[in-house]
Structure formats: C-alpha cells, structure tokens
C-alpha cells in the first residue's frame, strides 16, 4: 500500500470536518441565540471539539494498534472503564426521560459513544487471540456475545436503542470477519434481538415514532404516546419541507427558514436538513459521495492490514461512522423511523466528534504501521539478496 490512499483519506476526512463546521455555524445560529444570547455560542464550542478531535486522531494514528493485542491489560482497563462510565450515568438526572449524560463542567458527556468503540476493540482483540477457536461455540460466539452484552445491556436501560443497534451491528461485523460461525451468530443475535424487542414494544415512546413512520396511531387512546408520534411527524415532515426549499442550488447559506425553531433538533440531528435547505443538492450529493469515498478508502486502507487485527479493527471503526451516517440521513429523509442518532462530523456535540476522530485515527493507525511492515520486509528482503 502506498500513501496515496492514506493521504486522500485524510483530506476526504478534513473535508467532511470543514463542512460541518461551515453547516453548524449556520444551522445553531437561532437556537445558540435564544437560549445563550450568542448566535456563534455552539460554533465556537464545536470549532474546539473538532481541534480536539483532531489531536485525538493524530494520537490514535501514533499509536500501534497491535498494542490492544500485545498489552492485552490496555483493552481490558478500556472496557472496564467505559461499563464503569454507563453504569455511573444512572446517579445523574435523566434528560428527556433517558439517562445518557454525565455533567463535567460546562459539557455533558456521553459514555455510550464510548462503548460503541470499546465494543469494537474488545471483540477485535479477544477473537483475533482465540485465532481458529473462534469456531468454536463456547470460545467464539458465547464470549463475544457476554463482551457485547456487558456493554449493550447498560445502554438499552438508558434506554438508548439507536446506540444500542450500532453497537450490534458493529459487534456482529467484527465476528463474522473473525470467523465464527454465521449459525452461532444468528442463534445468539436471536436471544439479543428478542431482548430488545422486548423493551422496545415496552417503550411508549420509541412505539410512538414506529407508529408516526408506517402512518398509524401511537395509542388507542392518545395521550403521551400519541403526541410523541404526532412530535415524531413533524420532525419528519419539516426536515422533507427543509430539503425541497432548497432545490438544486439552495437558498444561500444563512437563510434557512426552517432553523428558525420550524426543525427540532435543527443543529443537531437533523443538521442534514438545513445544509440541504441553504446549499441544495449539492450539498446532499457531496455528504453522501464524502462518507462513500471515507468508507471506500476504509475498506482498502483495512484489506491492505498486515494482519487480521489491523483488517478487523479498521473495518470495525469504519462501520460505525458509515453506519451512522447512513442511518442520520435515512432518518432525515424519512426512509427510516425518527432516531436521535448525530451525523458523525456534522452535528453538534463533542464527545460524539472525538470518538468519530478517534475511528479516523485509529483506521490511519492501521494503514501507517501497516506500510512500515511492508517497507521493512522489502527491505529485508533486498538485504538477503
């Protein structure tokens, strides 16, 4: 592998990165107003978090991955840590009735964002070690499946189903380029899956957005079910209202009418909408040609990997940006039921922007040592002749 990819992977990122900080700075404009008396208040703080970010993924890309293998001790106090942080968000007031957040200082943090990478790594470095036995039932499957559940069942009690379904999919990835068998992973996703559903059904709220997406009634008899899929609607609905204002050019950065409390959620997770609204089908179009060219470069970054850790992890850290990505976009164009989910790099919120840049890195990680491997058994080999 050479650097061509490693450094059009950067850009692709950097450009995923500015564009978001040009949308925000729009999109918070009147909420940052209203609530702050600032109309650059959440710019400002989203400019910090992206240098930060920045210096986390440069950090991440210093860093051997082969060291969460090597010191084994490294993955275990990660994940510990982060099961520590999901269970300490239970001694905090819920905000909008789930308990996400820990208050430190002047921002909240989410450890959820966290677990969707601890599960990642722990499932990468555990199977990469089992090597063949991950085959096997108990060693394979039944282990991954209680390190992923340690992690998972903390955030489904938040509740937190959207983070709670990256987390899945980014786990039942990570096993299957392992190797362990698709019949192992159908039989325990079943279990996890009816668990899930399970609370799912149990939740008036989440069954309230179900109903407002396939068009039918929330409860039989109205009430809080019924207004949260009438509220679910309406985000729905405002952000298509967003998108077809702006057409094919946009009505020009700034002048969104939609931002101006119309869209719920107008800088954080629909932030989609009103960069379609003010830049038009351009801006839609090249969000989704950007995240295309970051997952592509993902890919082959990951398949040029020395060795199957490199390969997985990279893989593993890729999906859940895309996979993010895709499911924020498909929920502003209602393809999909309304879900807080953010668009990594765009929305506002830091600890969802540092794990994003913490995936960058890592993935850069990969590919970096990857290319000195390579260098030096070409040197070696140049010796020997």
């Given at each position: 592998?050479?650097?061509?990819?490693?450094?059009?992977?950067?850009?692709?990122?950097?450009a995923?990165?500015?564009?978001?900080?040009?949308?925000?700075?729009?999109?918070?404009?009147?909420?940052?107003?209203?609530?702050?008396?600032?109309?650059?208040?959440?710019?400002?703080?989203?400019?910090?978090?992206?240098?930060?970010?920045?210096?986390?993924?440069?950090?991440?890309?210093?860093?051997?991955?082969?060291?969460?293998?090597?010191?084994?001790?490294?993955?275990?106090?990660?994940?510990?840590?982060?099961?520590?942080?999901l269970?300490?968000?239970f001694?905090?007031?819920?905000?909008?009735?789930?308990?996400?957040?820990?208050?430190?200082?002047?921002?909240n943090?989410?450890?959820?964002?966290?677990a969707?990478?601890?599960?990642?790594v722990?499932?990468?470095?555990?199977?990469?070690?089992?090597?063949?036995?991950?085959?096997?039932?108990?060693?394979?499957?039944?282990?991954?499946?209680?390190?992923?559940?340690?992690?998972?069942?903390?955030?489904?009690?938040?509740?937190?189903f959207?983070?709670?379904?990256?987390?899945?999919?980014?786990?039942?990835?990570?096993?299957?380029?392992?190797?362990?068998?698709?019949?192992?992973?159908?039989?325990?996703?079943?279990?996890?899956?009816?668990?899930?559903?399970?609370?799912?059904?149990?939740?008036?709220?989440?069954?309230?957005?179900?109903?407002?997406?396939?068009?039918?009634?929330?409860?039989a008899?109205?009430?809080v079910?019924?207004?949260?899929?009438?509220?679910?609607?309406?985000?729905?609905?405002?952000?298509?209202?967003?998108?077809?204002?702006?057409?094919i050019?946009?009505?020009?950065?700034?002048?969104?009418?939609?931002?101006?409390?119309?869209?719920?959620?107008?800088?954080?997770?629909?932030?989609?909408?009103?960069?379609?609204?003010?830049?038009g089908?351009?801006?839609?179009?090249?969000?989704?040609?950007?995240?295309?060219?970051?997952?592509?470069?993902?890919?082959?970054?990951?398949?040029?990997?020395?060795?199957?850790?490199?390969?997985n992890?990279?893989?593993?850290?890729?999906?859940?940006?895309?996979?993010?990505?895709?499911?924020?976009?498909?929920?502003?164009?209602?393809?999909?039921?309304?879900?807080?989910?953010?668009?990594?790099?765009f929305?506002?919120?830091?600890?969802?922007?540092?794990?994003?840049?913490?995936?960058?890195?890592?993935?850069?990680?990969?590919?970096?040592?990857?290319?000195?491997?390579?260098?030096?058994?070409?040197?070696?080999?140049?010796?020997?002749?």
């Open positions: 592998m050479k650097k061509t990819p490693l450094f059009a992977f950067g850009l692709v990122v950097a995923i990165a500015a564009l978001g900080l040009v949308v925000l700075s729009s999109a918070s404009e009147a909420n940052a107003l209203r609530i702050y008396g600032n109309p650059h208040h959440f710019m400002v703080r989203q400019a910090v978090f992206v240098v930060a970010g920045a210096l986390v993924a440069a950090l991440a890309a210093a860093f051997d991955y082969r060291r969460w293998r090597s010191a084994g001790v490294l993955a275990v106090l990660f994940y510990v840590c982060t099961l520590a942080l269970v300490l968000v001694h905090f007031k819920p905000i909008n009735g789930s308990y996400r957040w820990i208050p430190v200082g002047p921002v943090m989410q450890p959820s964002e966290f969707k990478i601890a599960v990642v722990s499932l990468a470095v555990w199977l990469d070690k089992a090597g063949w036995r991950v085959e096997l039932f108990k060693r394979g499957a039944l282990s991954s499946a209680v390190i992923m559940g340690g992690l998972i069942l903390p955030v489904l009690f938040e509740p937190d959207g983070s709670v379904l990256v987390m899945s999919a980014a786990g039942v990835l990570v096993m299957f380029l392992s190797g362990v068998r698709f019949t192992h992973i159908l039989a325990l996703g079943t279990c996890g899956g009816s668990l899930v559903l399970f609370k799912l059904f149990n939740n008036a709220n989440r069954m309230a957005r179900l109903a407002a997406f396939f068009g039918g009634s929330a409860a008899g109205g009430g079910a019924d207004e949260a899929s009438k509220r679910a609607a309406y985000q729905a609905e405002q952000a298509l209202v967003a998108i077809k204002n702006g057409g050019t946009g009505v020009g950065l700034g002048e969104s009418m939609q931002k101006h409390f119309y869209l719920p959620e107008a800088h954080t997770d629909f932030i989609f909408a009103v960069g379609g609204e003010e830049l089908l351009f801006f839609t179009l090249g969000v989704l040609l950007l995240f295309a060219a970051f997952f592509a470069l993902s890919v082959y970054i990951a398949c040029k990997a020395t060795d199957r850790l490199g390969r992890i990279a893989l593993g850290m890729a999906f859940l940006v895309f996979f993010q990505a895709v499911f924020n976009l498909g929920v502003v164009c209602n393809a999909l039921p309304t879900k807080g989910m953010a668009l990594p790099f929305s506002y919120g830091g600890t969802n922007m540092l794990c994003s840049f913490f995936a960058v890195g890592t993935i850069l990680s990969v590919g970096v040592h990857s290319l000195r491997d390579r260098k030096r058994e070409m040197i070696r080999r140049a010796v020997m002749k």
